[in-house]
């Protein structure tokens, strides 16, 4: 064999031993190799929830993955390490980060969980904002390549999940990417249709006989026939949570929150009647019944981003359901049907691409499998519950009297869900 031969295939030997050896990750290595990912920054922090380790990672991604070399943003996630042998939970929030939150079925599958909140969230700004890259495909973009870079080091099994928007988020990146994850979990995850999504307030008109409605209308109403002294326990409210109103005024926030009250209710406390008595309470109790259930810090000027970003993409591209005035539009000074469109910022403009959602929809339906949808029976959002095939491997599991909570483990039938975990993915199924 020639001299330059053998040369050339030393060389190609040795670049293939260091190429291993940069593979193989170890427990010592792993921040390092973390590190060593292209645009990563890792830092480890104190774990939390019995993991033995948990790392904070700042990817720089591009705003527009059209243009990679344009603006840049800094994505913040948190992971949660147990071993590098075990399956990862992509725990996609829709919203903020949390270095403490835990999916359940990272207990499940005995997994490690990588949490990633949403381009634009808090951890994830987009400074300035750059609207139009708020987008279903650019948001599944940055999850894919956090997918593919974490990958290199994580050889297990990958289950995606989410809850509510981060459970559609979940689905969005299965739809688009689908060899990311080996399994998704989607929890009260909807898939709207337009704006107004009708069948929403549909669905909830029919969760309560005529006495309940009664009951809800009665309280709604006392709150704006009784209108300055609700301002004035409202006043106080925002005293003490150090909140203010000023793009969405006070009586504006009221009166949004009186029409959205029914939905809130269904959505949290499952049409608990306590929640709308009237009957030998004072109207402060009433108010501060309301303020548990309608949360009016949603309207406040201290969380204009979180609700801003989020209303920007149900009025582009998610859909909504609108307000209902039927029960007081004879008492309202400020609000309307349509009121929540204050929610998006002046100048910015919002040409609605609805028919993304129905095609998603139609995928999920006819061609997703290896997908677990968990819904709540009385949700409001089960309106617009995922219906797949029969044909398809895939379960949805409606829990009658749930909430916008459900989890696995209020099922009737747990063991459904652990029956399909168990046949799709190799890691062992702990049935807590």
């Known amino acids: 064999m020639k001299p330059s031969i053998i040369l050339f295939l030393s060389v190609i030997l040795l670049l293939s031993c260091k190429k291993e050896e940069q593979a193989r990750v170890t427990e010592e290595t792993l921040l390092a190799s973390l590190n060593g990912l292209e645009n990563v920054i890792a830092q480890e922090l104190d774990p939390v929830n019995g993991y033995a380790r948990l790392f904070a990672i700042d990817l720089t991604l591009p705003v527009d993955?059209?243009?990679p070399d344009g603006a840049k943003f800094v994505q913040r996630m948190y992971l949660s390490h147990t071993s590098l042998e075990a399956p990862m939970v992509l725990h996609l929030s829709g919203y903020t980060g949390s270095r403490s939150r835990v999916i359940e079925l990272c207990a499940t599958l005995s997994a490690n969980q990588l949490h990633i909140p949403h381009r634009g969230y808090e951890e994830a700004l987009i400074e300035p904002m750059q609207w139009e890259y708020l987008s279903i495909e650019q948001a599944a973009a940055d999850n894919?390549?956090?997918?593919e870079l974490l990958k290199t080091i994580y050889k297990g099994e990958w289950i995606s999940t989410g809850v509510s928007k981060g459970g559609m988020t979940a689905l969005f990146l299965e739809y688009l990417y689908p060899e990311d994850a080996d399994?998704?979990?989607?929890?009260?995850?909807p898939m709207i249709s337009g704006y107004p999504d009708e069948r929403i307030w549909e669905f909830v008109h029919e969760l309560g006989v005529d006495t309940v409605w009664a009951g809800i209308r009665e309280f709604q109403?006392?709150?704006?026939?009784?209108?300055?002294?609700?301002?004035?326990y409202f006043e106080e409210y925002?005293?003490?949570r150090n909140i203010t109103f000023t793009r969405v005024d006070m009586e504006t926030a009221l009166e949004m929150g009186v029409m959205e009250y029914a939905i809130y209710l269904w959505q949290y406390r499952s049409g608990d009647p306590y929640f709308y008595q009237t009957e030998d309470i004072t109207l402060r109790e009433i108010f501060g019944r309301w303020v548990r259930i309608a949360y009016p810090d949603y309207y406040s000027d201290q969380l204009q981003l979180f609700s801003n970003l989020f209303y920007y993409q149900a009025f582009t591209e998610f859909g909504y359901y609108d307000l209902d005035d039927t029960p007081v539009a004879d008492l309202l000074q400020s609000a309307d049907r349509d009121g929540l469109k204050l929610f998006i910022p002046d100048g910015v403009e919002t040409e609605p691409d609805f028919a993304k959602m129905d095609r998603i929809t139609e995928w999920l339906e006819s061609s997703g499998e290896r997908i677990i949808y968990i819904y709540g029976g009385v949700d409001p959002w089960t309106a617009g519950a995922v219906s797949p095939d029969p044909e398809l491997d895939a379960l949805r599991v409606i829990q009658p009297g749930a909430n916008h909570r459900?989890?696995?483990q209020e099922c009737d039938d747990k063991s459904l869900v652990y029956d399909k975990l168990d046949e799709w993915l190799d890691a062992p199924v702990n049935r807590l």
């Open 406 to 408: 459900v989890n696995i």
């Open 221 to 232: 109403r006392i709150l704006l026939e009784n209108r300055d002294s609700s301002l004035h």
């Open 65 to 67: 993955h059209n243009n």
């Open 144 to 147: 894919h390549v956090i997918v």
């Open 238 to 240: 925002a005293d003490i």
């Open 183 to 189: 399994v998704v979990v989607a929890y009260v995850a």
